[in-house]
């Protein structure tokens, strides 16, 4: 199984970026997707969900109304949609594949934001 991110990199705060998760080796139309960020010297916080099922999605309040996770089962892939991006989002973005039925987590190697002026 790997899930590869992409998209990442150095943006001036109020811009945009769309990170994508490209998944492989796995039924990813079985696993609820999720982004994750980790800043420097703190935990790593979940960003943003969307479900397998109805696609139905959650946030995190931090980035609510900012960012937007989606997903496309034919080719595989997670997006995640930042917009209005501030310093305090600067952090590596990990993509995460969780199915709980059966106990079964992945996670990809990240990709750096960088919000800075």
């Known amino acids: 199984v790997q899930l590869v991110e992409s998209g990442g990199g150095l943006v001036q705060p109020g811009g945009f970026l769309r990170l994508s998760c490209a998944a492989s080796g796995l039924t990813f139309s079985r696993y609820v997707m999720r982004w994750f960020r980790q800043a420097p010297g703190k935990e790593r916080e979940l960003v943003a969900a969307?479900?397998?099922?109805?696609?139905?999605?959650n946030y995190a309040d931090f980035v609510k109304g900012r960012f937007t996770i989606s997903r496309d089962n034919a080719k595989n892939t997670v997006y995640l949609q930042m917009n209005s991006l501030k310093p305090e989002d600067t952090a590596v973005y990990y993509c995460?594949?969780?199915?709980?039925?059966?106990?079964?987590?992945?996670w990809g190697q990240g990709t750096q934001v960088t919000v800075s002026s």
């Open positions: 969307i479900t397998n099922t109805d696609g139905s999605t």
């Open positions: 995460n594949a969780i199915r709980r039925l059966v106990l079964v987590e992945y």
